[in-house]
């Protein structure tokens, strides 16, 4: 954890319609990073999204999103993972990233906000979350636009702004599928989902398969190395979508 960042009082105040958040001072927790976002609203609006960790390492980080430096009223989104009806629910404690990225080379949104944290869950091994927000000019404030979508230890994402092929605004997740017979770090197949940006700037899901071939797990290689291998199969998923 880094030093000089101030500790801020935390007491629920509200939820907001559109998503769960939580507009607060914060007990116990520290800032771990700040980025103005001035550059993403065309310089109009002086936002700035600052991300909070739990000292304790109990509680979900939270993601805040503020405009007013005197005042600094935050709308913060706890780190919790978007899952189905029946899906045990995940929360993350750990902070792993929080910057400015680029969506897409030509079409809106071209940059957004990702934000990345960790549930190191003994019964489930390391658990990411991945989101990516932007600003909607015409409701002028921050939104997710890639729901928080959870990868394990064995998984790996990437965003992909554009192509040789002219692709643009692609997000693909791989994570492992648990073969019969096989332990957690054999070699697995792995189920691919795709995600595209839509004509709304949101994304989209747009296709899912299972890879042909198995990739090596981490008692074999220093990290996970599927889309790169599958990016022809992933352009041929998107191919007319």
Known sequence: MKKGFACVLLSFMFILPYVSGIAADRL???????????????????????????KAGKSPALLCFWKDPNNKKETCFPAEDDHAPGEKHYSYTEVKDLKIIELQKSKKPKRGVLFVAENASFDVGSLTMVSIW???????????ILGALRISEQGEYKIIPSTKSGVEGLFIKADFIWGEEEGRYFPHNYKINIYR?????????????????????????????????????????????
């Open 134 to 144: 932007s600003y909607k000019e015409e409701k002028r404030r921050f939104e997710k």
């Open 28 to 54: 116990g927790y520290i800032a771990v990073n700040d980025i103005a976002l001035g550059k993403l609203t065309g310089g109009q609006e002086k936002w700035h999204v600052t991300a909070y960790q739990d």
């Open 197 to 241: 940006i839509d004509m709304d700037g949101m994304y989209r899901h747009v296709s899912e398969y299972k890879t042909d071939l198995k990739y090596k797990s981490l008692d074999d290689a220093d990290s996970i190395d599927v889309i790169r291998h599958e990016m022809k199969n992933i352009l041929h998923q998107v191919k007319g979508k």
